[in-house]
């Protein structure tokens, strides 16, 4: 499977061979979104949290006694049923929102998104990419060259995916809305497909092969 490489102005330097077995999977919708419900379940936190009687200050004392007052019999002022007590079936931060996937499964939907990018010319794969200073305007001049090219609105969305932390990379794009760095052994089925661009550097395909094929 081939594919154009380009330099960082945007020039077609030659073409790649991709592995089949990670750029040319048959996408399985179905699979691709329990990876990434799992993936985002995951990453929830319960942050809503309601007390409950126990958690509640003061009503340490019985109100009044159990018979004789003509009133209801009280235990604390703390009830649920009383103004200022407990809520009863309230959010808690115990709550549990974990969802089990297989590695396999959680490794194969990664790879069918990423066949999926290279499938609608979503994939842009670049020899190198490098800026002399950690400047936006320097990495937002290469996206210009890129867009001429290439012919892709890369304005949709940018992933670009690294072979190894870069801090000059990643302080220029941090301003830029809709693009992202990451680097391919962190690579995610939720990252690829949150964006509209692939932006991949050559290096980083034998990362991924080397972290994810066994």
Excluded: C
Excluded at 82 to 111: D, H, Q, S, Y
Excluded at 120 to 137: C, N, P, R, S, V
Excluded at 148 to 158: A, I, M, P, R
Excluded at 164 to 190: H, M
């Amino acid at each position: 499977m081939k594919v154009d490489l380009y330099n960082q102005k945007g020039e077609q330097v030659s073409k790649v061979d991709l592995p089949a077995k990670i750029f040319d999977l048959a996408i399985n919708q179905d699979l691709v979104h329990q990876a990434v419900v799992a993936q985002m379940a995951n990453a929830r936190e319960a942050i809503a949290h309601t007390k409950d009687r126990g958690e509640r200050r003061g009503g340490g004392r019985k109100p009044w006694r159990q018979k004789g007052t003509g009133r209801a019999r009280h235990g604390s002022i703390r009830s649920p049923i009383w103004r200022g007590g407990g809520i009863t079936f309230g959010p808690t931060r115990e709550r549990v929102f974990t969802k089990k996937i297989n590695k396999k499964m959680k490794t194969k939907a990664l790879f069918m998104a990423l066949s999926s990018k290279v499938k609608d010319k979503e994939m842009i794969l670049l020899d190198k990419l490098e800026l002399a200073q950690g400047k936006t305007k320097q990495i937002v001049n290469i996206f210009n060259d890129l867009k001429s090219k290439v012919e892709k609105n890369l304005d949709k969305g940018l992933l670009i995916v690294l072979p190894q932390s870069d801090q000059k990379l990643f302080r220029a794009a941090n301003n830029l809305p809709k693009v992202d760095v990451i680097r391919a052994d962190s690579l995610n089925v939720v990252d690829v497909l949150k964006y509209k661009y692939l932006l991949m550097l050559q290096e980083a395909i034998k990362v991924i092969e080397k972290t994810y094929v066994k």
